[in-house]
C-alpha cells in the first residue's frame, strides 16, 4: 500500500480568513467583513450564530475598528505572504489551495475593468510558488462574495449576479491561467443551505413574500448554473485545466439499525451528495426535484440553463471531511455539533473541543462512496482539527493530538487508494492558524504553524512551528512511507 507517485501534499486556505487588510489595494467591501466574533454564541445553534439583518450589516459598516469583527485583520497574509510561503515550502508542499478574493478584483462586483492593485496581488503570489515549486489550487469563490451585491441583489438570488461572477472567473483564466491548472467553483455549495449569507449573500429580511429556503434553492440553482459556464470557459482558455466541484462531505451513520433510522440517514446523505450530482451529471436529480416539489419550493430557470448544467460539468470531485454524525428519528437522542451541523451523537466516536465527533474511517467510507458514484478522480481538500494550542515559554507548540488525529485519516487514505480509489491530493486544513469560518476565532486552531495572534486581534503575529509542522513535513518528504 502506497500513496500515488505525483500525490499533491499541502494545505488549503481562504482569503478572507488569512490576508486581512481589507481596506488596502483598492478591496471592496465582502460579507466576510461584517462577520462578527460571538464567543458566548451556543455552538449547536449556528444558524442563529451566522444570522444577519440588514441593520447588522448598517452597524457593521459603520463600525471601521476590526476588534470584532476578525476576518477583516485575518492573519496578514496580505503582507506577509512570502515568509508563509516559504514555511509551506519547507514543509515539502507539492499544493497550495488558496482563494482569490473576489473584491480585490472587483470591489463592487459590478465594475466593467478589474482593480490593477488586486490583479496584481495574486499574480505575485502564483509568481512565488512557482518559484517554490508548489502547484495553486484555486477556489474561485470561498466565502467572500462582494457585500454591494449582497445589498443590492439579496446576493445570489438574483440571477444577474452570475454575468458578475462569470465576469470575474474570466478575468481569473485569462491572467492566471499561465500559472494555474486546478480550480474549484464553490467551496462547500452546499452550505447554502446552512449559512445563506456567507455563502451567497441572502440577507433573510430581503427575502419578501418567499421564504428564506425558497431563496436559498434559487441562489443555488443560479450558482449551479455559474458554475457550469466557468467550467466549460476554463476548458475554452487554459488548455490542460481542470475544474473540481467542492462538497462539504457530511458522512451521516444510522444511530440504530431500526429501518425508521436507516431510512432517515439513506435521505440525509442523498440530500448531501445531490450538490455534486449536479455538478458531476450535469443535471439535476429527479427525487431531489420531487422533494422540493413536495415542499412547496419552486425554483425558476431560464430557457437554456438545463443545457448550460449539461455542458459544464466538472473534472474532478473535491470536498471537506472533519466530522462524522448519526441520523435517528428519536426526537430525544443526544445531539452534538459538527461543521455547521447539529447531529445525533456516536458514542463510538471522540469529540474535538468543538464537539466535532473525530472518525478517521468515515473518510475512508466517504472515498469509497463518492468514488463508486461519480467514477471522478477525487481530491480531499480539506481536513483538520481545531483545538486551543498552548504555546509553551519556550517557544515550542506540542500538538501530539493533532499529529493523532492527521496520521489515521492518513491511514484511512491509504487504505482507499489500496481499494481503486483514485485519489489526486489532500490538503489539510489550515497549515497554518487562521480566522475560523463559522465562530470568527483566532483561538481554534488548526495549522501546523502557530500564529501568535488572540481573539480579539492582540499579538505580534510571529510564526512558530509546532511539532506537528516536522512531522508533516516528514510524511510529505517520504509521501506517506513514513507517519510514526
Ligand atoms: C469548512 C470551510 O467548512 O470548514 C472553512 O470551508 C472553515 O472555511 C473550515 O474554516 C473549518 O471550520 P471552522 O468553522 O472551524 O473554521
Not at 445531490?274 to 450535469?282: A, E, K, P, W
Not at 448544467?309 to 428519536?330: A, R
Not at 519556550?394 to 501530539?400: K, P, Q, S
Request: hydrophobic share 35%; glycine share 8%.
Amino acid at each position: 500500500m502506497s500513496f500515488p507517485e505525483g500525490f499533491l501534499w499541502g494545505g488549503a486556505v481562504a482569503a478572507n480568513q488569512i490576508e486581512g487588510a481589507w481596506r488596502e489595494g483598492g478591496k471592496g467591501w465582502s460579507v466576510a467583513d461584517v462577520a462578527t466574533y460571538k464567543p458566548d454564541a451556543d455552538v449547536r445553534d449556528y444558524k442563529t450564530h451566522v444570522s444577519v439583518s440588514s441593520d447588522s450589516i448598517k452597524r457593521a459598516m459603520e463600525e471601521s475598528d476590526c476588534t470584532y469583527y476578525p476576518k477583516r485583520r485575518g492573519i496578514d497574509f496580505y503582507h506577509r505572504y512570502k515568509e508563509d510561503l516559504a514555511l509551506f515550502a519547507e514543509m515539502g508542499f507539492k499544493v497550495f489551495r488558496l482563494s482569490i478574493a473576489w473584491t480585490r478584483l472587483y470591489p463592487t462586483g459590478e465594475e466593467e475593468e478589474p482593480n490593477k492593485e488586486g490583479l496584481d496581488f495574486y499574480e505575485n503570489i502564483f509568481k512565488e510558488m512557482r518559484r517554490l515549486g508548489i502547484e495553486p489550487l484555486v477556489t474561485l469563490s470561498h466565502y467572500e462574495m462582494p457585500l454591494l451585491l449582497s445589498l443590492k441583489y439579496n446576493g445570489w438570488t438574483d440571477g444577474r449576479v452570475i454575468d458578475c461572477f462569470v465576469r470575474f472567473c474570466q478575468t481569473c483564466f485569462k491572467h492566471y491561467g499561465q500559472y494555474v491548472k486546478y480550480w474549484l467553483n464553490f467551496n462547500e455549495v452546499d452550505s447554502i443551505i446552512r449559512h445563506s449569507f456567507i455563502t451567497a449573500g441572502i440577507i433573510p429580511d430581503r427575502c419578501g413574500e418567499k421564504s428564506e429556503l425558497s431563496c436559498c434553492y434559487q441562489a443555488l440553482h443560479h450558482q449551479f448554473v455559474a458554475a457550469a459556464l466557468v467550467t466549460k470557459m476554463c476548458h475554452e482558455l487554459i488548455s490542460g485545466s481542470k475544474m473540481g466541484c467542492m462538497l462539504t462531505k457530511l458522512m451521516t451513520y444510522p444511530r440504530t439499525c431500526a429501518p425508521e433510522d436507516v431510512a432517515a440517514t439513506q435521505k440525509k446523505n442523498l440530500e448531501n451528495m445531490f450538490y455534486s450530482d449536479v455538478m458531476v451529471f450535469g443535471e439535476y436529480p429527479k427525487m431531489i426535484l420531487r422533494d422540493l416539489e413536495k415542499r412547496g419550493i419552486n425554483i425558476s430557470m431560464e430557457p437554456g440553463d438545463l443545457e448550460i448544467l449539461k455542458e459544464g460539468t466538472v473534472d474532478f470531485v473535491s470536498f471537506s471531511y472533519y466530522m462524522s454524525m448519526t441520523e435517528s428519528v428519536d426526537p430525544n437522542a443526544e445531539r452534538t455539533p459538527g461543521n455547521t451541523v447539529l447531529g445525533v451523537k456516536n458514542p463510538y466516536l471522540e469529540s474535538s473541543e468543538w464537539g466535532w465527533q473525530i472518525d478517521p474511517v468515515g473518510l475512508r467510507i466517504s472515498l469509497i462512496e463518492l468514488y463508486d458514484r461519480y467514477k471522478k478522480p477525487l481530491f480531499i481538500v480539506e481536513n483538520g482539527i481545531g483545538s486551543k494550542d498552548i504555546l509553551e515559554p519556550d517557544g515550542t507548540v506540542h500538538d501530539a493530538y493533532r499529529i493523532d488525529y492527521f496520521r489515521k485519516h492518513f491511514q484511512e487514505m491509504e487504505k482507499a487508494i489500496d481499494d481503486g480509489v483514485e485519489l489526486m491530493g489532500y490538503t489539510s486544513w489550515a497549515p497554518i492558524d487562521l480566522i475560523s469560518a463559522s465562530t470568527n476565532q483566532m483561538s481554534k486552531r488548526y495549522g501546523f504553524i502557530y500564529v501568535d495572534q488572540d481573539d480579539l486581534g492582540g499579538g505580534s503575529l510571529k510564526r512558530i512551528k509546532k511539532d506537528s509542522f516536522y512531522w508533516y513535513r516528514k510524511v510529505i518528504e517520504t509521501n506517506g512511507k513514513d507517519m510514526s
